[in-house]
């Protein structure tokens, strides 16, 4: 495993952005909100699948394409890292936004539906999700990107899949549990308030970075 041990500083920065953005309610709690109260635990985990297979998707895609890019064009790397510390300063702005008024998660709407639809449904709403590609570039920009051969990057986009099962099934348990959502909706704004200022700092060190 020598070979993965030089990777491993960049896996760990790439996979912080990556939670911070799970732990942040987007479009995919507000599906697995709106499943797991309609449909039950089980078709919320199932959906949670398939956001995670999409996570692993992006991170691959991205990977593969900015590692391309930074090879053959000499300054890519310092925008692409400089946009990536824009786009968490601009997150960061949002959750100490919510922190002060915390706005309610909107239920979407879904009909009932078999699991392998459920799953397409994860999948397509992950990989369809601009927000969550512009994420990626941010996450993959500090990731191992550059450099790195196919091996490591299969195993960057899997361990990016399993960190987004753990994170969305989390969020599928809580949010078909109306006793632990409650919960949840009465501390929101510490966790928005926590993910500000840890938005912020990883904003700062990536804009800082130098390479």
Known sequence: ??????????????????????????????????????????????????????????????????????????????????????????????????????????????????????????????ITNIKALVFWMAAVSVGPAQGAPLPVLLIFALGGMVLSLAGHATWAMILSSRPVRHAYDRARRWVEGTLGVFLGVMAFRMAMERR
């Open 1 to 126: 495993m020598d070979w993965l041990t030089p990777f491993l500083p960049a896996f760990i920065a790439a996979y912080s952005v990556q939670m911070v953005g799970v732990m942040s309610p987007g479009p995919a709690v507000a599906l697995l909100l709106g499943i797991g109260a309609q449909q039950g635990r089980a078709a919320a985990l199932m959906t949670a699948f398939g956001i995670a297979c999409g996570a692993g998707l992006l991170a691959l895609a991205t990977s593969l394409g900015l590692g391309i890019l930074m090879q053959e064009v000499a300054w890519a790397g310092t925008a692409l890292r400089l946009l990536g510390a824009a786009y968490l300063a601009w997150l960061a702005w949002k959750a100490m936004k919510k922190a002060i008024v915390p706005p309610q998660v909107q239920v979407a709407q879904v009909q009932r539906q078999p699991l392998a639809r459920l799953f397409a449904t994860g999948l397509t709403l992950q």
